[in-house]
């Protein structure tokens, strides 16, 4: 965690909160109970907004979609608002049929029906086993004791609820100031296993109490997302269910905020920094992982040329297996630059692990292989690549890939 706030101290405007969470904004309360579907975790989450907050969606890509993704989207195409957010975990909900859409229509109106609010401004989300229907009586049992529940405020409890092979629950909250008021943005998320690159690939709940309009809310997040959560990877595969959501209710009492105010940069940041500390909370904890791996590209022609060589890296098993190992095979990260899909000049590469230069020039240098492999024992392994050729700059965020992966991934349904 501490290279999340590292960063934020250059950010002088921002404020890590070291307990916050989703509920940190203002009128937002959370919270998780267990209603059976899994053996004994928690397995059903909510978010609620007191009023009803503007609100932003990205989704998979993947072409086969979970039942809730499409209630969701339904949701907030209605009027751009959401007001309550469901999650169940265990069952995905996808490749189910026509019984599957029901059911997440079901979670829906049942849910809104407790809170009291529009049926259209109920977000429903599930993640866990494909092809595998809710089992619904028990669902609507646990969305029955949420309104007893909801008063609590328990985000950690929701935190918990969402979880599926992960082994630690992922939050972060900031504030700062815009136009004389404090403007808070919270986060909570799920994701270990079925994490690649380009949108989305994990669960990940996002709140503000900034006063932000819906079209300029979605284009912020697209933005920040590009720059976050398309930039990390686990094992190459892009799950069928995964979204982030962006609620935003306007109790700080901002002045409305767009892109044309002149503050608007400074709440851009605080996004950013918000969906970078969950993206790197995924990436450190996928299934089986021992090490954050962090590649810094630099040095080409624009940023999206950067971050697609630093997404091609962070998503090459052999560069996650040498990593693993603590073996200093740099041919292993130049391969992986080669095949990238992006145009060129390998003479004008410089790689370095750590600090420790390995190629320059295209060429191969003398180097203290000793010291290269003592920065790859540690936790958190940077590697640097740089092409001397512009101002472009990108970076991508993943995890090594050890035997314990395959255990856990060969037994996720026993």
């Known amino acids: 965690m501490s290279t999340f706030y590292e960063v934020a101290e250059k950010l002088e405007h921002l404020h890590v909160l070291e307990t916050g969470?989703?509920?940190?904004?203002?009128?937002?309360?959370?919270?998780?109970?267990?209603?059976g579907i899994r053996f004994k975790q928690k397995d059903l989450g909510w978010v609620y907004s007191e009023v009803p907050a503007e609100a932003a969606g990205v989704y998979t890509?993947?072409?086969?979609?979970?039942?809730?993704?499409?209630?969701?989207?339904?949701?907030?195409a209605q009027e751009g608002k959401l007001q309550g957010i469901i999650v169940n975990s265990g069952k995905?909900?996808?490749?189910?049929?026509?019984?599957?859409?029901?059911?997440?229509?079901?979670?829906r109106k049942n849910f809104t029906d407790m809170l009291n609010i529009k049926e259209h401004y109920g977000a429903v989300v599930s993640t866990g086993v494909i092809g595998e229907l809710l089992p619904m009586e028990k669902v609507n049992s646990g969305i029955s004791q949420i309104p007893a529940a909801i008063k609590k405020n328990e985000p950690n409890h929701f935190e918990k609820a969402i979880l599926t092979t992960d082994t630690f629950t992922k939050n972060v909250a900031v504030q700062m100031n815009i136009?004389?008021?404090?403007?808070?943005?919270?986060?909570?998320?799920?994701?270990?296993?079925?994490?690649?690159?380009?949108?989305?690939t994990m669960l990940s709940f996002i709140t503000t109490d900034a006063n932000v309009p819906h079209s300029d809310l979605h284009a912020a997040l697209k933005e920040v997302t590009d720059e976050t959560f398309n930039c990390i990877s686990v094992d190459g595969d892009t799950s069928t269910n995964d979204m982030v959501l962006l609620l935003a209710n306007g109790l700080a009492q901002n002045d409305l905020l767009t892109k044309d105010h002149l503050e608007w940069q400074t709440f851009v940041e605080g996004l950013r920094f918000?969906?970078?500390?969950?993206?790197?909370?995924?990436?450190?904890?996928?299934?089986?992982?021992?090490?954050?791996?962090?590649?810094?590209?630099?040095?080409?022609?624009?940023?999206?040329?950067?971050?697609?060589?630093?997404k091609s890296i962070i998503s090459s098993n052999l560069v996650k297996t040498a990593i693993h190992g603590e073996d200093p095979n740099w041919g292993r990260i130049v391969c992986s630059v080669g095949y990238s899909g992006t145009p060129l000049n390998p003479d004008d590469l410089t790689v370095s692990i750590g600090?420790?230069?390995?190629?320059?020039?295209?060429?191969?240098?003398?180097?203290?292989?000793?010291?290269?492999?003592?920065?790859?024992?540690?936790?958190?392994?940077?590697l640097f690549v740089d092409f001397n050729q512009g101002v472009g700059r990108g970076n991508a965020w993943g995890c090594d890939l050890s035997y314990e992966y395959v255990r856990i991934n060969a037994s996720y349904r026993t």
């Open 179 to 200: 136009g004389g008021k404090t403007i808070s943005i919270g986060g909570a998320a799920k994701g270990s296993g079925m994490i690649h690159p380009n949108m989305a």
């Open 92 to 107: 995905a909900n996808t490749c189910t049929g026509e019984q599957g859409i029901q059911d997440a229509y079901e979670m």
């Open 274 to 310: 918000v969906c970078e500390s969950l993206a790197k909370q995924i990436a450190r904890d996928g299934e089986g992982a021992t090490k954050l791996i962090e590649v810094q590209v630099s040095g080409l022609e624009d940023d999206h040329v950067a971050r697609q060589i630093a």
């Open 21 to 35: 969470s989703v509920t940190t904004p203002k009128g937002y309360t959370a919270g998780g109970l267990h209603c």
């Open 61 to 76: 890509t993947n072409l086969i979609k979970g039942a809730p993704l499409h209630v969701t989207q339904d949701s907030i």
């Open 355 to 382: 600090p420790v230069k390995v190629v320059e020039n295209g060429l191969p240098l003398p180097y203290d292989e000793g010291k290269a492999t003592q920065e790859l024992k540690e936790e958190h392994v940077t």
